[in-house]
C-alpha cells in the first residue's frame, strides 16, 4: 500500500506565492514520475506539471515562467513552487504518483487527496 499526502494549499492574494509539497509512503521500490494536476469547478482535471526519474519536467503551457517543479528521491517527495499566481490559479491541486512496489514489477498510479489553492483579494 502507498499513501500519497499533499499539503500546502492555501489562500493567496493574486501575485502571490505558494509552494506545495507532496510525499509518499509506504511500500515503493522506486518513483518513476511524479507530477501535479489540478482541477477547477466545473473542469476537467488538467496536467501542471511532472518530473521524471531522470530529472525530464514538463510544463503546461499556462504556468510556463510562473511555476516550478522539483523533486526530493531520497524523501519521495514533490514540490511545486507557484509564483505569481492568478486568480485562473484558483483549483484543487491533486499529486500523481508512478510507483513500482517490487523489483521488476508493474507500475501503479496513486493519487493524493488534493489540495485547496484559491487566488482571491
Known amino acids: 500500500q502507498v499513501r500519497v499526502v499533499e499539503s500546502g494549499g492555501d489562500l493567496v492574494q493574486p501575485g502571490g506565492s505558494l509552494r506545495l509539497s507532496c510525499a509518499a509512503s509506504g511500500s515503493i521500490f522506486s518513483i518513476n514520475t511524479m507530477g501535479w494536476y489540478r482541477q477547477a469547478p466545473g473542469n476537467q482535471r488538467e496536467l501542471v506539471a511532472h518530473?521524471?526519474?531522470?530529472?525530464?519536467?514538463d510544463y503546461a503551457d499556462f504556468v510556463k515562467g510562473r511555476f516550478t517543479i522539483s523533486r526530493d528521491n531520497a524523501k519521495n517527495t514533490v514540490y511545486l513552487q507557484m509564483n505569481s499566481l492568478k486568480p485562473e490559479d484558483t483549483a484543487v491541486y491533486y499529486c500523481?504518483?508512478?510507483?513500482?512496489?517490487?523489483?521488476?514489477?508493474?507500475?501503479?498510479?496513486?493519487w493524493g487527496q488534493g489540495t485547496q489553492v484559491t487566488v482571491s483579494s
Open positions: 500523481l504518483v508512478l510507483v513500482v512496489t517490487t523489483e521488476a514489477g508493474p507500475t501503479y498510479q496513486y
Open positions: 518530473i521524471r526519474s531522470g530529472g525530464t519536467i
